[in-house]
């Protein structure tokens, strides 16, 4: 059951700390910087020279996440909506990995990427949640993300998951490629194991709901996030419009000036992701919205006084890496989209139109 909880939704967002101890048991160890994953021992990737992941939705948000963390590293890496991979599939060869992120194992857009991925010679790994899925049946390889069940159609705690899982996988894939451990692999490491403790925290204090209900009767919901958390930016609009059925979009902070500003108005508020890294660009980006009139909800730590001077409202986030701190602004979103539908009386658990997994293509 719901355990107590209105919805299976934000049941499954307060199980994320679980779900993430559950995600990271025994495979990361911050002191000395070890990395153990099971079925991926040290050079279990040597052969790769790129990776490409397809994914579709909410998964693709996570996909994304994964490619930048293997850029960061020096691997080339994209991410595919599964669908379009599909469709015209980039160039592969037995040394690029071919990565489906997919929290059912079962989604048809999916699984024809990796079927087609691997017809063409590439390697194929499905990063799932379901033990026994067709796609962990299907690839070469499978790591799963050990979430627990979700039942909500919204994904929340196997988003986090995926992203931990990416991390950890990210971190294994550019040692083996790159022949070193990664510049600040431990820092790294230390901000994940204290994801569980932070996630938490952001449970425990948010205002979510008070900043749900400010600006329930808006026009329609931005957000903006650049570099590791453009993703969030996405994924925050996708949460939002699922279950709320109001009109929400994404954006990367820099490309708002290069239309969508047109859309920004007083009744327009712009939710802005920050994570501590390149903040002054993405500050800028949230003036411009700001001179239009829109209201400006940041999602930021403590620290960042900046942002905080110019920001109508924060969601905070504990301070932490900023490779990580995009799990810990989703979380705050998550609750936002969750507040916003309650408050209208959607039926967030089922939302009109969609199927918690999409088996046709
Ligand atoms: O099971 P999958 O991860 O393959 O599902 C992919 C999408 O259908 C899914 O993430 C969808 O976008 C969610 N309902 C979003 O909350």
Do not use: W
Not at 209 to 231: C, H, K, L, W
């Amino acid at each position: 059951g719901k355990g107590g909880y209105d919805h299976y939704m934000l049941k499954e967002i307060h199980e994320q700390p679980a779900a993430l101890r559950q995600t990271l048991r025994g495979r990361a160890d911050p002191a000395t910087g070890d990395i153990h994953l099971e079925d991926f021992p040290a050079g279990a990737f040597e052969d790769v020279d790129r990776v490409q992941f397809v994914a579709c939705g909410t998964s693709y948000h996570a996909g994304l996440v994964g490619a930048q963390f293997l850029s960061d590293g020096g691997v080339p890496a994209q991410a595919f909506l599964a669908s379009e991979y599909a469709t015209a599939q980039p160039p592969v060869d037995e040394e690029t990995l071919v990565i489906g992120v997919t929290q059912s194992g079962e989604t048809a857009d999916t699984l024809s990427a990796l079927r087609r991925a691997n017809a063409s010679g590439a390697r194929t790994l499905a990063v799932t949640n379901v033990v026994g899925s067709t796609a962990a049946r299907e690839c070469d390889d499978a790591l799963f993300i050990r979430a627990g069940p979700e039942i909500g159609v919204a994904a929340t705690k196997t988003f986090s998951s995926q992203v931990v899982s990416l991390a950890l996988l990210g971190e294994r894939i550019v040692r083996d490629v790159t022949g070193g451990r990664t510049d600040d692999a431990r820092e790294r490491l230390q901000a994940l194991s204290d994801l569980p403790g932070h996630v938490q925290q952001i449970l425990d204090y948010t205002s979510a709901r008070r900043v749900a209900e400010n600006y329930r009767d808006s026009e329609a919901y931005f957000f903006i996030g650049r570099g590791a958390v453009r993703p969030v930016a996405l994924e925050g609009a996708l949460k939002f419009k699922e279950i709320s059925y109001e009109h929400a979009e994404g954006f990367a902070a820099g490309e708002l000036k290069h239309g969508p500003l047109a859309l920004v108005t007083p009744e327009t508020p712009v939710f802005a992701v920050f994570t501590g890294r390149n903040d002054e660009k993405t500050l800028g980006n949230v003036k411009e919205a700001e001179a239009r009139g829109a209201p400006v909800v940041a999602v930021a730590s403590d620290g960042q006084e900046s942002v905080h001077q110019y920001a109508d409202e924060v969601l905070t986030i504990p301070d932490t890496h900023p490779d990580v701190a995009g799990v810990l602004a989703n979380v705050q979103l998550q609750l936002l989209s969750y507040h916003a539908a309650d408050l209208l009386d959607r039926a967030i658990d089922k939302p009109r139109n969609l199927a918690k997994s999409v088996t046709v293509e």
